[in-house]
């Protein structure tokens, strides 16, 4: 499992006394080929953390030889002094692992608007690098470091029978919504290919995964999902065959984050079929997704079909109002904008909930995956200064 | 105050059963002339109730002689029995006060997807229509019978100098946002205006009132906002004045629902400033009100400014992400994108919160007026089915 499952690479995860509890706070994962194509998608917030400035113009060159993480601070929002501490961690890492510094991905999650400690950052550097390690325990412990409000480490891993492994780690639980739904997330694999290709996948896997799930519609400023290659399998894949395994990886890895969604009580995936293109579909399921109504009644376990319609309703998507059903964990409870079968049959005490809404238009189809409103949800983001 | 202030009208409310409670649950306005010019406008939820659909048809002819409405039932996706159900309620007023059935408009509130019952409306109907009285009392009754999870009744007035007056009575408080914040709303007045300067007058006050309320993003299936006017003062008002004594009437009834909100703690004006168009601004000011996270902290007397800007970052506004300043309660806590005055000078111990934005791109402003995100709010809109 994780970013060392994949041949050609290393990892570890060390606290440095960003986080105030002591837990680990600084990640890095080093690619050592021999290969070092990459590709990375960001977030598309318009207000993009120091560490996101500097990842893009890394990103942009395809070859990445490690990328170093750290939780305990955003990075956001700090300026010029910011920027440096980012480009500061950069140059650490090369130095220490003997690469270019434009070579280096740097990843912040935390609170916007506080300075990080540079000097306990590129301190820990040299101390980090000392702990790369190939083995499981170095992936977890990489992952681990990542977490803020997470409960769980997020692991994932595919190998294929062609002799190529891809795994990967996640964090996120708050601030997901798309575009991408709020995370850091670092996909490591073992195959020969190069970054354009790499990076023609991670986009046709990112945007029916990651992009799809939408726990609370708060965009953050700092997510980044970055797919580094090795090569060190030797393998040239199927390409066909990757994109169907990266995206497995990526639908795991975001069930993982759903799973764990601040305060969450359900997992909600809101499936929406019949619609006339693809885009309405997801125009559609996000509309509901963001409902705080019905999210709040999902928590209440009420089956309040309506709350579900009214969303429908600000949309633009092609729908007759009166032709629309609705069914939720297996209960039509609206017919062509009419009550079907009474909501009491609707039992919502499992934490997973499935709401179905067919338009009747055409055959294009989406799904995003949600969480309900909870006390828990109010409690975490109010007491809590993330 | 309330819909009775102004000359030629008069209401009355009564509890008719649809309520469980008890409560007062039947609404009833009309207007006794001489003249029954009126304007309208409706929610823009694309799944309308039956008395939308109805209403907006009457609406289009221009004279209303009354409007009836009822808070126990939304009457929304209830099929063709639904809409009967509308009907046969706008023909029971109409023979019992003897008016066409074509100039009386119809509003219901509360649940979606329950049918009304048809014989306990259009049984009371006559027994509100012998109620009818034009004194204070009546006007209130009226406002009590339209609340549902209100805590209060909301009324207004304002009287000219030039001896005319303009009276309403609102409720809402939950479903809150635009395209009408949700909301049942009568306004009453004894100007002489045709229906064509009326609903001129009416959209210029609500595009800054009523549209400006956002606070829980959610979009109403019912939303009805009417003006009626009698013309019984037999002044013909100057356009300037009554546009903005119709505006301040309507601000004073926005505030009113945002005070009594489902939940909330706080109420907060969100003001843009410095903005390039005021559809940007707008725009800015409506995506902050729809973070759950920013309004989770200010339930928390948290002033996470972070969590502004990254809702000000998914809009498509014209501004710098290096160039907005966010001001909370008179604190400039991020000055050009970068920490300012600590945080902890910011005091969100009072229930009214002013954040300004200030984008620096030009001279365009507006405000959203939002609330907090509670345990009060998630509990209400789990345990209530409305």
Chains 1, 2 share one sequence.
């Not at 060159?61 to 002094?81: P, R």
Request: net charge negative.
């Amino acid at each position: 499992m994780s970013v060392t499952a994949a041949q050609g690479f290393t990892a570890a995860g060390i606290p440095i006394g960003l986080k105030s509890t002591g837990a680990p706070d600084l990640a890095l994962v080093r690619n050592t080929g021999p290969s070092t194509a990459s590709a990375s998608v960001f977030t598309s917030n318009r207000c993009k953390a120091n560490p996101v400035l500097w990842s893009e113009r890394v990103a942009a060159g395809g070859e990445v030889s490690a990328i170093v993480l750290n939780s305990g601070g955003a990075n956001c929002y700090t300026g010029d002094e910011g920027y440096r501490t980012t480009t500061a961690t950069a140059e650490a890492v090369a130095e220490v692992i003997g690469v270019e510094a434009g070579t280096v991905l740097v990843c912040s999650t935390g609170l916007i608007g506080d300075q990080l400690d540079r000097s306990r950052l590129v301190g820990g550097v040299a101390t980090i690098a000392a702990a790369l390690a190939d083995g499981e325990a170095a992936g977890q412990d990489a992952a681990r470091a990542i977490m803020t409000t997470d409960s769980v480490p997020k692991l994932a891993e595919r190998r294929s029978a062609s002799g190529w492994t891809i795994g990967g780690m996640a964090k996120g639980a708050g601030m997901l919504a798309p575009g991408l739904a709020t995370m850091l997330v670092v996909i490591t694999t073992d195959v020969e290919l190069d970054s354009a290709s790499l990076d023609h996948a991670l986009r046709e896997a990112t945007r029916v995964t990651f992009d799809r799930l939408d726990s609370d519609g708060c965009m953050s400023t700092n997510d980044t999902v970055s797919l580094l290659a090795s090569g060190a399998s030797g393998v040239v894949p199927e390409t066909g065959e990757f994109i169907a395994e990266l995206t497995a990886l990526c639908r795991d890895l975001t069930l993982q984050l759903q799973a764990d969604a601040e305060g969450a009580d359900h997992d909600v995936a809101i499936e929406v079929v019949g619609a006339a293109t693809e885009q309405d579909a997801v125009d559609v399921a996000r509309a509901v997704s963001r409902s705080n109504l019905f999210k709040a009644a999902i928590f209440g376990k009420d089956p309040n079909w309506g709350r579900v319609l009214a969303a429908v309703g600000t949309t633009d998507a092609a729908f007759d109002p009166y032709g629309i059903d609705v069914t939720i964990n297996g209960v039509r409870v609206c017919r062509a904008g009419e009550p079907d079968e009474p909501r009491d049959r609707v039992s919502l005490e499992e934490r997973a909930v499935q709401v179905l809404i067919d338009l009747h238009e055409a055959d294009a189809a989406a799904t995003i995956w949600t969480n309900d409103l909870t006390h828990d949800y109010v409690h975490e983001n109010s007491a809590y200064s993330s």
